[in-house]
C-alpha cells in the first residue's frame, strides 16, 4: 500500500497510509426471482460480499466467468444499480445510499465506459454534443467554452476537431470507444470504471485502446477498475486483480503473484485456459453437473465452487470457506 510522509511537531517523520480513493466493504446486490403470491422470496446474488480498495493510480482488474457478477459490481459501484447491502466508500464518503440527486454532483467524480462503443452513443447526437452533453449538465458552461473542452479532449484521446459534427454510425468502432473515453474524462474524474473496453475491437485496435488508457493513467493520475474476460489484458493494464466467481471475490492478488502462485482453484481453471499455458494444466474434465450445485439463490452451506473443483474435500461441502490473507496483499477464499 502507498503510504505519505508527514512531519510531527517534533519533526520525526512519519509514515500514514495513503487514503483509498475507493474502498468496497462487504457490498451486496441482489435480484429478487418472481414467485407465487404466498412463496417465499428468492434472490439472485449477483454480488454477494464483495470488498476491495484502490488507491488512486492503481488499476484492479476483474476477472470471471460470464454471469460471475464483474459488470453488475461495477454498474453498483457507479450507482446505476442500487446496492442490497454493504457500503461504495468514495473519497471517505458513502455514497451507497445517496438519492439520485444527491448522487448527481458527485459523478464528476466517478465515470464510467460501457462495453459496446456503438450502443453506449446516443445515435442523434454528434460527437460534440455527445462529449459537451456533461459538461452542460454538470458546469453549464456556454457554447463557446463547451466546444473549447470539447476539442481539448478529443485531442486528449487522440481525435482531431473533425470528429466533432460527425455521428456514431461514421465512426469505427475504435472512434467510438475514444468518443465514450472522451464523454467519460469530460467532467475530469480520478476513477473509471471500464467494462469489458476492448471486447469488441479488432486485435490491433485492442492495443490502441489499452495503451491510450496507460497513458491517460500517467497523465491524469487515474484509477481504473477494469472488468476483461481476457487475461492478456488483465496482465497488461493492472496492479491488482480481483478473481470473482458467483458473485463473490474467490482470490484477490498483485498481478505478478495471481499469474505466477495462483492459489485458488477456480484462478487455476482460468489461467489453463490461456492458449500456449502449460504452468497449471488441468487433468481430466470438469464435471459441471455433480449434484448439488448452488442455486442462484446461494442457499449452499459449503464452498460455492465445490461442484466443479477438482481438489474437493468433505469439509469443502460442509463448510464456506473463510477469507484467508496468505500475505498483506494476497487474500484467498478456500480450505485449502
Known amino acids: ?11 520525526e517523520r512519519l509514515e500514514v497510509p495513503e487514503v483509498p480513493l475507493l474502498k468496497v466493504v462487504n457490498l451486496k446486490t ?3 426471482l418472481k414467485s407465487g403470491l404466498f412463496r417465499q422470496k428468492a434472490y439472485i446474488k449477483a454480488v454477494d460480499g464483495v470488498s476491495f480498495q484502490l488507491l488512486c ?15 453488475t459490481l461495477i454498474k453498483t459501484i457507479v450507482r446505476l444499480l442500487d446496492p442490497t447491502e454493504g457500503q461504495i466508500l ?5 455514497i451507497a445510499r445517496l438519492s439520485y440527486e444527491e448522487m448527481r454532483p458527485r459523478r464528476r467524480h ?11 452513443l446516443n445515435p442523434r447526437f454528434t460527437v460534440g454534443q455527445i462529449i459537451g452533453e456533461p459538461l452542460l449538465i454538470q458546469h453549464n458552461l456556454s457554447e463557446e467554452k463547451r466546444i473549447e473542452e470539447v476539442i481539448r479532449l478529443l485531442d486528449l484521446v487522440g481525435l482531431n476537431a473533425s470528429y466533432m459534427e460527425r455521428f456514431p454510425y461514421e465512426l469505427s468502432g475504435g472512434q467510438r470507444q475514444r468518443v465514450g473515453l472522451a464523454r467519460a474524462l469530460a467532467l475530469k474524474p480520478k476513477l473509471l470504471l471500464l467494462d469489458e473496453v476492448t471486447s469488441a475491437l479488432d486485435v490491433s485496435t485492442q492495443a490502441n485502446i489499452l495503451n491510450l488508457l496507460k497513458d491517460l493513467q500517467q497523465r491524469l493520475s487515474l484509477a481504473y477498475v477494469m472488468v476483461s474476460h481476457d487475461l492478456g489484458v488483465i496482465g497488461y493494464c493492472c496492479n491488482w486483480v480481483a478473481v470473482m ?8 492478488a498483485k498481478t505478478q503473484d495471481i499469474f505466477a502462485s495462483p492459489q485458488h482453484p477456480y484462478t487455476r481453471l482460468l489461467l489453463s485456459c490461456i492458449p500456449g499455458s502449460d504452468t497449471f494444466p488441468l487433468e481430466g474434465k470438469i464435471d459441471h453437473k455433480t449434484t448439488g450445485f448452488p442455486g442462484d439463490s446461494h442457499t449452499w452451506a459449503g ?34
Open 90 to 94: 468514495l473519497n471517505g464518503e458513502d
Open 30 to 32: 441482489y435480484f429478487p
Open 303 to 336: 464452498c460455492i465452487f465445490y461442484s466443479r473443483c477438482r481438489e474437493r474435500k468433505e469439509i469443502c461441502q460442509e463448510v464456506q470457506p473463510e477469507e484467508r490473507y496468505l500475505s498483506r496483499e494476497h487474500r484467498v477464499s478456500c480450505h485449502l
Open 245 to 252: 466467481y458467483r458473485g463473490r471475490i474467490v482470490e484477490l
Open 110 to 120: 466517478i465515470q464510467m465506459v460501457f462495453q459496446d462503443p456503438y450502443s453506449s
Open 1 to 11: 500500500m502507498k503510504t505519505e510522509t508527514i512531519s510531527n511537531k517534533n519533526s
Open 57 to 71: 493510480g492503481e488499476t484492479l482488474g476483474i476477472v470471471g466467468e460470464s454471469g460471475s457478477g464483474k459488470t
